[in-house]
Antibody
């Protein structure tokens, strides 16, 4: 079945980096993109950015520019999100979701979500 | 960025009764292809979000027909015809027309 499986929980110190993976299965990885969304404890959903698994193009949320990098490995159908210079307010559950292949809207976006990865930033 | 405003933010409902959530966008969500990319998501406690509705009114596979979406332009509504216990959770609207895609603040549905 179509699914996204994410890596496990992480605990990091302020200033460190974290890299979360998202492995896709059950569909043609390069026909879609991956969006990353995070949710701080008790808060709503925040879109972080997008990467095309077709050509590697990216689009990041303005507030995360310079601290976030999204990549894909098409040989393993896996997407990665790296966040650097972590702060306490980066503590959140990070989700990957299937997205469009190009920067344009589509019915096929956000239909499949990963299980979430808890990232805790604490000294 | 397009601002999505939901109301109410908290919605206590009686089992078997209807419920309605409003979502308004700060600008039109009609895309150049004529479609309106407005989604609704359900997030049950401790779970990942699940898409219920796409392009305003299209139900995803497996979504009960008690859920319906309507609206146009900047004004949208999610309705639950008869609330069941399994509907407890937080509901989010999200626009996919303009980048960056943006979410509403969420509406918490609970049983009275």
């Amino acid at each position: 079945q179509v699914q996204l499986v994410q890596s496990g929980a992480e605990v990091k110190k302020p200033g460190a980096s974290v890299k979360v993976s998202c492995k896709a299965s059950g569909y043609t990885f390069t026909s879609y993109g991956i969006s990353w969304v995070r949710q701080a404890p008790g808060q709503g959903l925040e879109w972080m950015g997008w990467i095309s698994a077709y050509n590697g193009n990216t689009n990041y949320a303005q507030k995360l520019q310079g601290r976030v990098t999204m990549t894909t490995d098409t040989s393993t159908s896996t997407a990665y999100m790296e966040l650097r210079s972590l702060r306490s307010d980066d503590t959140a559950v990070y989700y990957c979701a299937r997205a469009t292949m190009i920067v344009a809207p589509s019915s096929g976006a956000f239909d499949i979500w990963g299980q979430g990865t808890m990232v805790t930033v604490s000294s | 960025d397009v601002v999505m405003t939901q109301s109410p933010l908290s919605l206590p409902v009686t089992l078997g009764q209807p419920a309605s959530i409003s979502c308004r966008s700060s600008q039109s969500l009609v895309y150049s292809d004529g479609n309106t990319y407005l989604n609704w998501f359900q997030q049950r406690p401790g779970q990942s979000p699940r898409r219920l509705i796409y392009k305003v009114s299209n139900r995803d596979s497996g979504v009960p027909d008690r859920f319906s979406g309507s609206g146009s332009g900047t004004d949208f509504t999610l309705k639950i015809s008869r609330v069941e216990a399994e509907d407890v959770g937080v509901y989010y609207c999200m626009q996919g027309t303009h980048w960056p895609q943006t979410f509403g603040q969420g509406t918490k549905v609970e049983i009275k």
